[in-house]
């Protein structure tokens, strides 16, 4: 039998860090999740992560060889190989994971933030195969952004290019987690959109069985639950943040003239409750020239392998790029 080539993706949250392996059609071979303990510093992880993919590996050693690995991570720097005093982990100043790794593992390593790694998993397996121009999405705890281009990941000049969430709502608008005010984030995201209802509940006097639920418990799926029952608070509010979304999409638009924009992520899991509030404010403000052009798609990769697939279509794109020189 012969032997198949597999990638390592590596997924790095706040809470758990989880890992597969990968073939390069985009089939996981297995999942594993170890607690990060964000409270450690990242050797501690590092070498965590070692002994637990050593030990999943074994069994498959026979029938898998392990060709590269692929990091997914907050304030990762793909240039760098770092991750630079990330949000939700106690690691201080820049960390050089991908040296890390490379005490363990003599392989090809590389590390970008989980936005680009969702790109890459896209073009590679899911929603943008075939697409060279196309700009994703991920509405989480709050908006990241991956920007292809031409076929090619962009990153700018230091490695952190693709900041959509950051840009300006309202400069006298929320405040954000990065200590600026106003940005899309604070809007379009998970917590975004609790916050809007929170804000909708204090100045309408609609019947909503969001009343009945402590802010600190709300989340963007009891939301999207009421909405689809029809509760007016709750539709309002993906209207509300659809039409926001739908705004400043129109302006990545105009730089980057995309073939497609992907929705990814918990709060893309709505639907129809915050796709078609966004395409039609896409639609309005957009420059004619770029209207019914531009897709709004849902994301293609597998429910539940997602992150560990980006963080393997990193490495593999690599990979593909070095074989083709």
Known sequence: MAVIDVTLGVDIGGTNTKFGFVDSAGKCITEKSIPTNAHEPAENLIARLHENVDETMRPLAGAYVLRGI???????????????????????????????????????????????????????????????????????????????????????????????????????????????????????????????????????????????????????????DAAGKGDPIAKEAFEYTGRILGMKLADSVAHLSPEAIILFGGLAAAGALIFDPTQRSLEEYLLSIFRNKVKLLPSGLTTGDTAVLGASALIWNEILKQRKQ
Not at 73 to 79: L, Q, S, V
Not at 131 to 153: A, D, H, M, P, R
Not at 160 to 189: K, M, Q, W
């Open 70 to 224: 692929g990091i997914g991570a907050p304030n990762a720097n793909f240039y760098r190989g770092t991750v630079e005093n990330p949000p939700n982990l106690n690691w201080k100043g820049v960390v050089n994971v991908v040296a890390l790794v490379r005490k363990y593992y003599d392989l090809p390593v590389a590390v970008t933030n989980d936005a680009n790694a969702a790109a890459l998993g896209e073009m590679l397996y899911g929603a943008a195969k075939g697409l060279k121009n196309f700009i994703v999405i991920t509405l989480g705890t709050g908006v990241g952004s991956g920007i292809v281009s031409s076929g090619e990941l962009v990153y700018g000049a230091d490695g952190f290019a693709g900041e959509i969430g950051h840009t300006t709502v309202d400069p006298n608008g929320r405040e954000c987690g990065c200590g600026g005010r106003g940005h899309l984030e604070t809007y379009a995201s998970a917590t975004g959109i609790c916050r809007t209802v929170g804000e909708l509940l204090a100045i309408r006097r609609a019947e909503s069985p969001l009343r009945n639920i402590a802010p600190a418990d709300l989340t963007s799926k009891m939301i999207a």
